[in-house]
């Protein structure tokens, strides 16, 4: 299997806190992709970082790439419970197929 | 900006039965779609790859005459699932392709029901 693995798989934090979760993965990539999903909705793009960069921000959100180590991971600063999601991580292959972590269950409290 | 559509959003059917789900691309060309499936609390699962006039490419320990692709044009992609089993209740998510770019785009997804 080429998913990768996402830790925490849960996370409940307060509001205003930040929310740092991370991601592994096995193969080579050009990029990893971050997708926020709400209770059975589909997904939503939120970042990409290319396998040349280390890091990237997006208003709230900084998100880090470790080609050396597989692994990435996305801050969300200042919380708000409308961050309330899962967050998934997802690699894409050459043929274009996505291959997503396990994913990390956000819940922050108001 | 581009549009994935999935209908239907919900389906409920009994065993043995097939249900039949959409996935259109509504303002682009979709050269490629792909399917994938999620369980509850899980993360998505790349089911096949379905290419416009061709045979779709099934990901390892999809079973193809269980799940069967059709993408006859370009901008429709179907997905049916065949003599449905209660396991098979499961949120359906599609994707396709742009032909320039590689942009990839998510339907809003269809959930699935076997009683």
């Known amino acids: 299997s080429q998913q990768g693995e996402e830790d925490p798989q849960a996370l409940s934090i307060q509001e205003g806190e930040n929310a740092t979760m991370n991601c592994s993965y096995k193969t080579s990539i050009n990029n990893l992709q971050w997708y926020r999903q709400n209770s059975g909705r589909g997904l939503v793009h939120l970042i990409l970082?290319?396998?040349?960069?280390r890091e990237k921000h997006s208003g709230r959100l900084r998100v880090t790439l470790d080609t050396s180590k597989k692994s990435s991971s996305l801050l969300i600063t200042a919380s708000r419970a409308a961050d309330t999601a899962s967050y998934f991580c997802?690699?894409?292959?050459?043929?274009?197929?996505?291959?997503f972590g396990t994913g990390t269950s956000l819940t922050v409290i108001p | 900006g581009a549009v994935v559509s999935q209908h239907p959003s919900w389906v409920i059917c009994k065993s043995g039965t097939s249900v039949k789900i959409e996935c259109r691309s509504l303002?682009?060309?979709?050269?490629?779609m792909f399917w994938y499936r999620q369980f509850p609390k899980q993360s998505l699962m790349l089911m096949a790859t379905?290419?416009?006039?061709?045979?779709?490419?099934?990901e390892q320990g999809v079973e193809k005459d269980k799940f069967l692709i059709n993408h006859a044009s370009l901008t429709l992609s179907t997905l049916t699932v065949t003599s449905a089993h209660p396991e098979d209740s499961s949120f359906y998510i599609c994707?396709?392709?742009?032909?320039?770019?590689?942009?990839?785009?998510f339907g809003e997804g269809s959930w699935l029901t076997v009683v």
């Open positions: 997802a690699t894409r292959s050459t043929g274009n197929q996505f291959y």
């Open positions: 970082i290319r396998s040349n960069e």
């Open positions: 303002d682009f060309q979709a050269t490629t």
């Open positions: 379905s290419n416009e006039g061709s045979k779709a490419t099934y």
């Open positions: 994707s396709a392709q742009t032909g320039a770019g590689n942009t990839i785009y």
